[in-house]
């Protein structure tokens, strides 16, 4: 067989796609509680799925075919009427907003728009693990800077400022934050604008979870005076709309960075999915983004968010987190019950689903600060089973205590 290509020596396969490919041979075997993966675990609008019927039944044809490259004109409208109406921040969306197939995709075109051989790309740790991968993918260098529990998972300005180089590239920021759950502080957000503005490096700020809020909202960097002409932003409809498998997110930015991202994704995948678009055009009509999110996404994980907090300070008294404002997530130091047990969270994890059937992510896959801490999601279960899953846990833990 001829070789395969260099970068595969760069990067690794993703942990959680190999626990999802995990999850669905074992859900055959037997009642697997998962506080794993973070897909709404919520149907999309009825609406949605009944438009997209009648668009199937009355005009198949255009309704399965090609798009332009940077999507629907019609529902880039329809975002950048969205985001002034709930963020304050101007988009033209005919030059400044790109559809892709998911927020995966914007982050690697926008670093692949950027970021050239050898430059250096910061970001936080323990973050989204796709980040490191891709910033390798393109050729880039990754920096790290650490945050604890102790601090709430917020960065220091200080640290970043050490951190900035000549070949600093890009900043990523996440925010409400995969894995924490934290929001980021506003003072932070403003220092990194005027950094970015003063060593003339990229914001790629990404908004996966910016709907996903429940005490505050988030700061937009691009809001803020001057920061639009540093500032990718990245979203996907995967959280906001429940429709993960459409693959459907998009990007804004300044005109240029958005023309490359173009150029870029018409080799990588032509074209979005034209089916989901038209549904999200519904999505955005008489009200029923807004409806859904306030009525129903956020009410009930707000309930299961205070469930989980509320069974993790009672099962594992010893372990640390921090009640997330945001995102899907508790991000758990466990170290006290890691050292009784003599594991590491890598370990916990396997031996918990082996033994109880249930599923968490190990904190080490989001970076070396978060070793000793594992992930858990609160949205893909219901409250019966959240309740199941962390009194199992409980019982594991306290079998070695």
Request: charged residues 30%; neutral net charge; aromatic residues 10%.
């Amino acid at each position: 067989m001829p070789s395969l290509s260099f970068r595969l020596a760069y990067i690794q396969a993703s942990p959680i796609r190999r626990i999802a490919a995990l999850l669905d041979e074992a859900r055959r075997k037997g009642d697997i509680i998962s506080f794993g993966g973070g897909a709404p675990s919520l149907p999309p609008p009825k609406e949605l799925i009944d438009y997209i019927t009648v668009l199937l039944k009355e005009n198949p044809q255009r309704t399965v075919s090609y798009c332009g490259t940077r999507g629907l004109p019609e529902l880039r409208e329809l975002i950048a009427e969205d985001l002034k109406k709930h963020f304050g921040v101007d988009y033209d969306p005919k030059t400044e907003i790109i559809i892709t197939d998911g927020g995966t995709e914007g982050i690697f075109l926008a670093l692949s728009a950027v970021v050239d051989k050898n430059e250096e790309v910061i970001i936080l740790d323990p973050t989204y693990l796709g980040y490191n991968e891709a910033i390798k993918l393109v050729g880039g260098r990754v920096k790290k800077i650490p945050v604890t529990v102790e601090n709430g998972y917020q960065p220091d300005l200080e640290r970043l400022k050490q951190v900035i180089s000549p070949l600093t590239k890009a900043f990523i920021l996440l925010s409400p934050d995969n894995p924490t759950g934290r929001i980021i502080d506003p003072e932070f957000v403003k220092g990194l604008v005027d950094l970015a503005e003063s060593h003339d490096f990229w914001i790629i700020y990404d908004a996966a979870y910016k709907y996903i809020v429940f005490e505050e909202k988030d700061t937009w960097p691009d809001a803020i005076p001057g920061a639009k002409e540093h500032t990718i932003t990245i979203n996907t409809f995967s959280k906001e709309a429940s429709i993960p498998g459409f693959r459907l997110g998009y990007a804004t930015g300044p005109k240029e960075a958005i023309e490359a991202m173009e150029r870029i994704k018409q080799y990588v995948s032509l074209a979005p999915n034209t089916v989901g678009q038209y549904a999200l055009l519904k999505f955005y009509e008489d009200g029923i983004k807004d409806r859904y999110l306030k009525e129903v996404v956020i009410p009930t994980y707000k309930r299961r968010r205070d469930l989980m907090y509320e069974l993790i300070r009672e099962y594992l008294p010893e372990a640390r987190t921090v009640l997330p404002k945001g995102a899907f997530y508790f991000f758990v130091d466990i170290k006290y019950y890691l050292e009784k047990m003599r594991r590491d969270d890598e370990e916990f994890a396997n031996r918990l689903l082996y033994r109880k059937n249930v599923v968490v992510i190990p904190g080490s896959h989001f970076g070396d600060t978060g070793k000793g801490h594992v992930r858990m999601t609160f949205v893909s279960e219901t409250e019966d089973r959240i309740r199941e899953g962390m009194k199992r846990i409980g019982a594991y833990v306290f079998s070695y205590l």
